[in-house]
């Protein structure tokens, strides 16, 4: 599944960076990019304004990874301190999937002034804060070692999602 972070608040800006791909990469980079994010994500394009020359035009078609209501995978808003257990007991094919929202939250820190997401912020303090309960909490990396040794490299994308799904 794939867990979405929202917020009924409106966003006057959303930060991320955009990366130019030389043409001859462009097949090999998308190719490991679908592999990684398309379950649960659909391929989007969207204009892009760099923030750093916002007299810039924008980049008008940057390809964008977004999970949508109507992919299978969309489960939708949940409760951020359910969504916390789920992330600090859990890691895919690509890692931990605690280590990618810490990762995510310092990115989206760095990419500007204001650019940090109280959002990821609060989820990440919320992992950091099981992973504190120590020995008393365990988020199940007995678990998903155990599935981890069925998945073998080589083995079915469906395979590699039940991993992500412990």
């Known amino acids: 599944p ?16 955009a990366y130019r791909i ?3 990469k ?16 659909s391929i989007q394009y969207t204009p892009f304004y760099p923030a750093d020359d916002e ?12 999970g949508l209501p109507d992919n299978p995978q969309f489960t939708g808003v949940q409760e951020p301190q359910a969504l916390a257990e789920h992330i600090a007991r859990s890691q895919g094919p690509s890692g931990r999937n605690d280590e990618y929202l810490f990762m995510l939250e310092r990115a989206l820190s760095e990419l500007g002034q204001g650019s940090g997401d109280a959002h990821v912020t609060d989820l990440a303090d919320r992992v950091r804060n099981i992973e504190k309960r120590g020995p008393g909490f365990t988020p199940s990396w ?6 981890s040794g069925r998945v073998q490299s080589g083995a079915s994308h469906g395979q590699q999602e039940e991993v992500e799904r412990s």
């Open 2 to 17: 794939t867990p979405t972070l929202s917020s009924n608040l409106p966003s006057p800006r959303v930060w991320g960076a």
């Open 142 to 147: 007995a678990a998903v070692e155990r599935e």
């Open 55 to 66: 007299s810039a035009p924008p980049i008008t078609k940057c390809l964008v990874y977004i």
């Open 22 to 24: 030389p043409s001859p």
């Open 26 to 41: 462009v097949p090999e980079v998308q190719a490991y990019l679908d592999i990684r994010e398309i379950n649960g994500y």
